[in-house]
């Protein structure tokens, strides 16, 4: 199965360069089964938002568009609910909301952070306090 990188996502959500924009949109209408790694989906909600620029309820909208395609491949559920997280707690990054709901939903919990914002705003976490 073909992976999507992080290029063509952003070219398929900001439709920026009409020839790759096009390009990549007929791949995603015609073919099968397409991966995309989680990796590719941090780095465009990194792009979109320190980037481009892009309040954190487009960038939601903008990759449940995405996720809405029947052939993309990728952890959706867990997304769906980390892109909850980031929308409602802005002073939160995208991959603390990730690592959050990833420790949560595999069981490795609680996730250690020396981080007192993050452990403030998350129930899954604990934060180590330094002696």
Do not use: W
């Not at 096009?22 to 989680?38: M, Q, R």
């Not at 980037?51 to 309820?57: D, F, H, L």
């Amino acid at each position: 199965m073909p992976s999507l990188d992080t290029n063509c996502l952003l070219r398929f959500i900001l439709g920026d360069d009409p020839d790759q924009t096009t390009i990549i949109t007929a791949i995603i209408n015609s073919e099968g089964n397409l991966a995309v790694a989680d990796a590719a989906i941090i780095e465009t909600v990194f792009v979109l938002e320190k980037v481009k620029r892009i309040s954190r309820a487009t960038i939601e909208k903008a990759i449940l568009v995405v996720f809405g395609e029947d052939n993309i491949v990728c952890n959706r559920d867990l997304f769906i609910e980390v892109l909850s997280i980031f929308t409602n707690h802005p002073k939160l990054s995208f991959v603390d909301c990730y690592l959050d709901v990833l420790a949560r939903n595999t069981g490795n919990t609680p996730l250690l952070t020396f981080d007192r914002k993050m452990s403030n705003q998350l129930s899954g976490t604990k934060l180590l306090l330094l002696a």
